[in-house]
C-alpha cells in the first residue's frame, strides 16, 4: 500500500511549458485534491474531485486543469507556466469524512 | 468564510517540556478536525483527526481537544523531544470537501 504518490519530486520549467504533474493512490478514496504551499501563505486549494469524471474548482485553479478518468489518478495540467506558479504542489486524498492523507510534494520552479 | 488561525506561530522550548499548540476556526459547523505534522521540505503526515462528536482524541505522546461551540482546538504534546521539532498545521472542512488550513505552528525542541 503506497499511499498517494507523487511524481515528479522537483521541476524546473521556463515560462511558457506545459507539464503535467501526476498524482495516484492505491486506497480506493472517492475524494482527491490539490493544493499548492507557498511560503507565509499556507495551503490554498486548486482543484478537487469527488469521484471518476467529476472535478471542481478550488481557490486558486486559474492557469491550471485537471481531468480525472479513473478512481486512482488525478493529474494536474499547467498550460503555459508562468513565475507566479512557482511552488510546492501537493495532492491528497481521501475516503467520506475520514482523514486525508497526502503525497511527498512537486517542487517546481519556473524561470 | 472559514478562517484558521495559529497561535503562536513559531514556538521554541527546551527537551521535556509539555507544550499546547492552539487552533482556531470562525465557523463552528465542522464535522471533524484534523491536525498534521510537516517536516522541512516533506509533505503533510496527518496526526489526529477528531470527528465533531468526539471531544479528545489522542496518540501516544499528542493529545487533540475539539471545542466547537468556541471554535477552538488545542494540541498537547507531552515530554518533548528534538524529534518532534516540526510546522504542526490544523485543517477544517471547507466548501466542496476539501481542507482549510491554518499557516501552521513551527516547533523547535532543543536538546
Known amino acids: 500500500n503506497a499511499g498517494v504518490t507523487q511524481t515528479p519530486k522537483f521541476r524546473i520549467l521556463k515560462i511558457g511549458q506545459s507539464m503535467t504533474l501526476q498524482c495516484t493512490q492505491d486506497m480506493n478514496h472517492n475524494y482527491m485534491y490539490w493544493y499548492r504551499q507557498d511560503p507565509g501563505m499556507g495551503l490554498k486549494l486548486i482543484y478537487y474531485?469527488?469521484?471518476?469524471?467529476?472535478?471542481d474548482k478550488g481557490e486558486v485553479p486559474n492557469g491550471y486543469n485537471v481531468s480525472r478518468s479513473t478512481t486512482e489518478d488525478f493529474p494536474l495540467r499547467l498550460e503555459l507556466a508562468a513565475p507566479s506558479q512557482t511552488s510546492v504542489y501537493f495532492c491528497?486524498?481521501?475516503?467520506?469524512?475520514?482523514?486525508?492523507?497526502f503525497g511527498p510534494g512537486t517542487r517546481l520552479t519556473v524561470t | 468564510k472559514q478562517e484558521v488561525t495559529q497561535i503562536p506561530a513559531a514556538l521554541s522550548v527546551p527537551e521535556g517540556e509539555n507544550l499546547v499548540l492552539n487552533c482556531s476556526f470562525t465557523?463552528?459547523?465542522?464535522?471533524?478536525l484534523q491536525w498534521f505534522r510537516q517536516d522541512p521540505g516533506k509533505g503533510l503526515t496527518s496526526l489526529l483527526l477528531i470527528q465533531s462528536s468526539q471531544r479528545e482524541q489522542t496518540s501516544g505522546r499528542l493529545n487533540a481537544s475539539l471545542d466547537k461551540s468556541s471554535g477552538r482546538s488545542t494540541l498537547y504534546i507531552a515530554a518533548s523531544q528534538p524529534g518532534d521539532s516540526a510546522t504542526y498545521l490544523c485543517?477544517?472542512?471547507?466548501?466542496?470537501?476539501?481542507?482549510?488550513f491554518g499557516k501552521g505552528t513551527t516547533l523547535s525542541v532543543s536538546s
Open positions: 474531485s469527488v469521484g471518476a469524471g467529476i472535478t
Open positions: 491528497a486524498s481521501r475516503a467520506r469524512d475520514a482523514e486525508q492523507y
Open positions: 465557523d463552528s459547523a465542522i464535522y471533524n
Open positions: 485543517a477544517v472542512p471547507g466548501a466542496g470537501t476539501a481542507l482549510i
